[in-house]
């Protein structure tokens, strides 16, 4: 294996994490039955908030939780619509983003001025995993990378064991399947609907605060770049598993990683073409995967007790 294919493939998993850390979290969302479309929005705010915090704090960990922080806080107001009110979850979602984009905006040109991208932050460096990172190939892929690359890595099985291997995953796909009959049996739907969108609204936020604070660390208008949506395809492609949502954000990755070698390499490709390259692979998916969508029984459809 040469040289080049390596740091292409370190540089996949790299440019994988912030659209893996929304998946794993939204996975969970939809497996209680709620919708979230709201998420490439959540992660504007959180890279704004996480970078305006890294910069007043002078701290990457500051700007991280600030990040999460914020997540959390739209995510209560994405449950309290859509699980308390029983509102429409595409409608509440798209105003979500709407209001994510335009509030990042207006906080950056409050916070920066009219040229934000002027302003730079020290964010995270690479954490090398002792013993692990001198393994030749597999070393230099996987553990010379930053920890947020790690934690959205063993995210992954937690999250599958979680899910099929335990009482509380049965109970989380239990209320997206059928809540009447969760309800029934004792299990608090409103409660585990809760936990799960504000879990995958977290998320959500640290992976907007990946974007400025470990992976560019500036800020830019729209820096998201249609991730938010590159995961909701990972996870409908995926069906709902953490392993094969995997596979599909290392592929966005790789797309990624391609993109960013060939404006290097190949200079006479148009950079417009390799910019739509993600997009691209994303109309595919949805193509392939018409007619074969397989949703839980109650998603999207709001729960009342009577």
Partial sequence: MSFPIVNILSATVEL??????????????????????????????????????????????????AGIAVGLLVGLLVAYWSVSLGADQVVTGLGIWILGSGLS?????????????????????QLNIPILSNIPILGE????????????????PIFWVVLFRTTIGLKI?????????ADTVGIKVFKIRY?????????AGLAGS???????????????????????VV?????????????????????????????ATTPWIPYQFLLMLPYILTILFLVVMVGKEETPGAFTIPYKRE
Wanted: charged share 10%; aromatic share 12%.
């Fill in 16 to 65: 994988s994490t912030p659209i893996l850390l929304v998946a794993m979290g939204e996975i969970l969302t939809e497996r209680s039955g709620v919708l979230n479309l709201g998420v490439e929005g959540i992660m504007l705010l959180g890279a704004i908030v996480s970078f305006w915090a890294t910069y007043l704090g002078n701290s990457a960990a500051i700007g991280l939780l």
């Fill in 105 to 125: 905006s207006y906080l950056a040109r409050i916070a920066f001025g009219t040229a934000p991208g002027r302003v730079v932050i020290e964010g995270i460096k």
């Fill in 141 to 156: 892929i996987f553990f010379q990378q930053n920890i947020l690359v790690y934690l959205g890595l063993i995210l992954v």
């Fill in 173 to 181: 796909r239990a209320v997206g399947e059928n809540p009447r009959a």
């Fill in 195 to 203: 936990l799960c969108v504000l879990l995958g609204a977290a998320l």
């Fill in 210 to 232: 990946y974007l400025t604070v470990v992976r560019f660390h500036i800020w830019i208008d729209e820096i998201v770049a249609g991730r938010g949506w590159l995961a909701l």
């Fill in 235 to 263: 996870v409908w492609f995926g069906k709902r598993n953490p392993l094969r949502a995997l596979g599909g954000a290392w592929l966005f990755g790789l797309i990624y990683a391609l993109q960013y070698h060939f404006q």
